[in-house]
């Protein structure tokens, strides 16, 4: 079985953890024998261009047993979405064209997020067939373009099988699938295993951890007025975050305002190996987001046998049960407090073991590889039919 990833970002030397989740499903996938391709199309902002860095031209590498094609271009028409579309689209069928020549046949196309590769390739007319899994906010933060609209039904539509990462992203899809089955699959956890990491021995304070691109859709912002909220409470408990992003400014304000620096840290961008002693080093995981269409981050930390707290946004609500952690309503920050409270005084009564094996039996490699290659299965074996 050949299949062809189309991602709509996906990681490289500047942002490697830039859709790592699919990297790592592809990299599930060759494990269990399916040979896997992926193209990536980077399409930067014009006003980034760099005349002294060689673009338009295709790379090809081999990252653990995944042939990778990488083609790295500008959005030449950023205030024109179908132009830019239509560029999309002929440079979509241009280079699959190319892979096809070079690899042969490919038995099934599969689409990371119709935003906005699966609309290029709709657009493109070629006939292998595809699914498409989608994981972006767009569609909950209500920031999904008029021109993108147009074109989803049709992408959805045509689509041999349709995947979503959370119930609530699936009944955003739904929308635009007509009569077309939504399958959710969660994205898999991966991450250093206990005994490959040298940490420190933890501190005797308890120890809340959060990890995220420092934006406001993460909901940073709530987790500090939370913890102000609470502090009386909170006296023996400390926040370190993890990301770095946009927000960072405002959320060092955030916290001199309510002089909690020695209470929240703020621990920049991390690597994998680096956010895994962390989630080692926490007592409990909390992400707050105010929009989230999974989180896999959650399941990192659960994958440790770490309790969570986490929002009600379609998205970690999907699987999240009491006995590995509690939800609150989003944006609510009495909510929140409350929640980091009861998480201090009730930590030992949570089964770490039992955490821990519930993300293995749901989300490891190979449960989340055999349950796309099911569907893959599926759509190849009726094309043969039919």
């Known amino acids: 079985m050949k299949i062809l990833l189309l991602p709509s970002w996906y990681p490289d030397d500047e942002k490697p953890l830039n859709g790592i989740f699919f990297k790592e499903q592809a990299e599930a996938l060759v494990k269990e024998n399916i040979e896997v391709i992926v193209l990536s199309i980077n399409i930067k902002n014009i006003k980034t261009i760099r005349f002294n860095k060689k673009f338009n031209s295709l790379k090809i590498s081999n990252e653990n047993g995944v042939k990778v094609y990488r083609y790295n271009t500008y959005n030449y028409f950023p205030k024109?979405?179908?132009?830019?579309?239509?560029?999309?689209?002929?440079?979509?069928?241009?280079?699959?064209?190319?892979?096809?020549?070079?690899?042969?046949?490919?038995?099934?196309?599969?689409i990371h997020s119709a935003l906005d590769i699966g609309i290029a390739y709709v657009k493109s007319k070629l006939d292998i067939p595809y699914v498409i899994t989608e994981h972006s906010t767009k569609y909950s933060r209500n920031i999904v373009g008029n021109t993108q609209k147009k074109y989803l039904p049709s992408v959805f539509q045509k689509a041999e099988g349709i995947i979503a990462v959370g119930n609530g992203l699936k009944k955003e899809i739904e929308k635009y699938s007509a009569n077309n089955k939504v399958d959710i699959i969660p994205n898999l956890v991966k991450m250093p295993k206990i005994k490959e990491l040298n940490y420190a021995k933890k501190r005797d304070k308890f120890r809340f951890f959060s990890l995220g691109f420092l934006t406001h859709k993460k909901g940073m912002d709530l987790l500090i007025e939370a913890f102000h909220l609470g502090r009386n409470e909170l006296k023996d408990v400390e926040l370190f975050i993890g990301?770095?992003?946009?927000?960072?400014?405002?959320?060092?304000?955030?916290?001199?305002?309510?002089?909690?620096?020695?209470?929240?840290?703020?621990?920049?961008?991390?690597?994998?190996?680096?956010?895994?002693?962390?989630?080692?080093?926490?007592?409990?995981?909390?992400?707050?987001?105010?929009?989230?269409?999974?989180?896999?981050?959650?399941?990192?930390?659960?994958?440790?046998?770490?309790?969570?707290?986490?929002?009600?946004?379609?998205?970690?609500?999907?699987?999240?049960?009491?006995?590995?952690?509690?939800?609150?309503?989003?944006?609510?920050?009495?909510?929140?407090?409350?929640?980091?409270?009861?998480?201090?005084?009730?930590?030992?009564?949570?089964?770490?073991?039992y955490i821990s094996e519930f993300c293995e039996k749901n989300f490891s490699e190979k449960v989340i590889a055999q349950k796309v290659i099911s569907v893959y299965k599926g759509v190849i074996n009726k094309q043969n039919v039919t």
């Open 243 to 353: 990301g770095d992003g946009e927000e960072r400014v405002n959320i060092q304000a955030l916290i001199n305002k309510y002089d909690l620096n020695d209470r929240i840290y703020l621990l920049g961008e991390l690597n994998r190996e680096e956010v895994a002693q962390n989630m080692m080093l926490c007592d409990s995981f909390i992400l707050v987001s105010r929009f989230e269409t999974f989180g896999i981050v959650y399941i990192e930390a659960m994958n440790y046998g770490k309790p969570v707290i986490a929002t009600i946004t379609g998205g970690p609500d999907t699987f999240l049960n009491e006995k590995c952690g509690i939800l609150v309503e989003n944006e609510n920050i009495e909510e929140i407090k409350k929640a980091m409270i009861k998480m201090r005084n009730t930590y030992d009564t949570y089964d770490k073991k």
């Open 80 to 110: 024109m979405q179908e132009l830019y579309l239509q560029y999309y689209s002929k440079l979509v069928k241009k280079l699959i064209n190319k892979i096809v020549i070079k690899e042969g046949n490919i038995d099934l196309i599969h």
